[in-house]
T-cell receptor, first 112, second 113 residues
Framework: GQQLNQSPQSMFIQEGEDVSMNCTSSSIFNTWLWYKQDPGEGPVLLIALYKAGELTSNGRLTAQFGITRKDSFLNISASIPSDVGIYFCAGQLDFGNEKLTFGTGTRLTIIP | NAGVTQTPKFQVLKTGQSMTLQCAQDMNHNSMYWYRQDPGMGLRLIYYSASEGTTDKGEVPNGYNVSRLNKREFSLRLESAAPSQTSVYFC????????????FGSGTQLSVL
């Protein structure tokens, strides 16, 4: 089946630094989603992308839908302590296909 | 609104025991899902229900059964638990199937000894 590879697997950064992570697929998707999971909670949607090449921002977060439809990128600017958590990408192939394929996650830790 | 509510939050089972994980949503969503989360594996779909009265297998359905009791509730049953089913289980729901926001519950941490 389809697999989504996220990198890096983990990041250790200092508060105020910018963060970049990406997600690559072995096949195309028509929707890319980015979720964040806080400890002990379920994932929460951050950004949804519906069109190849699309660049969408949500506050300090910016995500891009790769032009090949096989990748997506998430950037966080000027990180703050509440950005700590696990970030997941997810892809959906097409309408009527219920399956949302999730990436393996990027764990973000902020060093005091 | 409570959103998606899962019970229990934690559970320890012995191999061979059975149990049912409960999930309810109060957002009038059509679609409901069960995922499991394992370290380094992301979230994998176990079963889903596109609407009341229908259920379908996801990526990893073996060892599980589900029931869409009504529009609000979608339960996951382990008939004979195995150590390989030790995981964190998430229920989720969304209004439709295309590009709709997926809302997750807070998870059930299950350990099978």
């Amino acid at each position: 089946g389809q697999q989504l590879n996220q990198s890096p697997q983990s990041m250790f950064i200092q508060e105020g630094e910018d963060v970049s992570m990406n997600c690559t697929s072995s096949s195309i998707f028509n929707t890319w989603l980015w979720y964040k999971q806080d400890p002990g909670e379920g994932p929460v949607l951050l950004i949804a992308l519906y069109k190849a090449g699309e660049l969408t921002s949500n506050g300090r977060l910016t995500a891009q839908f790769g032009i090949t439809r096989k990748d997506s990128f998430l950037n966080i600017s000027a990180s703050i302590p509440s950005d700590v958590g696990i970030y997941f990408c997810a892809g959906q192939l097409d309408f009527g296909n219920e399956k949302l394929t999730f990436g393996t996650g990027t764990r973000l830790t902020i060093i005091p | 609104n409570a959103g998606v509510t899962q019970t229990p939050k934690f559970q320890v089972l012995k191999t061979g025991q059975s149990m049912t994980l409960q999930c309810a949503q109060d957002m009038n969503h059509n679609s409901m899902y069960w995922y499991r989360q394992d370290p380094g594996m992301g979230l994998r779909l176990i079963y889903y229900s596109a609407s009341e009265g229908t259920t379908d297998k996801g990526e990893v359905p073996n060892g599980y059964n589900v029931s869409r009791l009504n529009k609000r509730e979608f339960s996951l049953r382990l008939e004979s638990a195995a150590p390989s089913q030790t995981s964190v289980y998430f229920c989720a729901s969304r209004a439709g199937t295309w590009g709709e926001k997926l809302f997750f519950g807070s998870g059930t941490q299950l350990s099978v000894l």
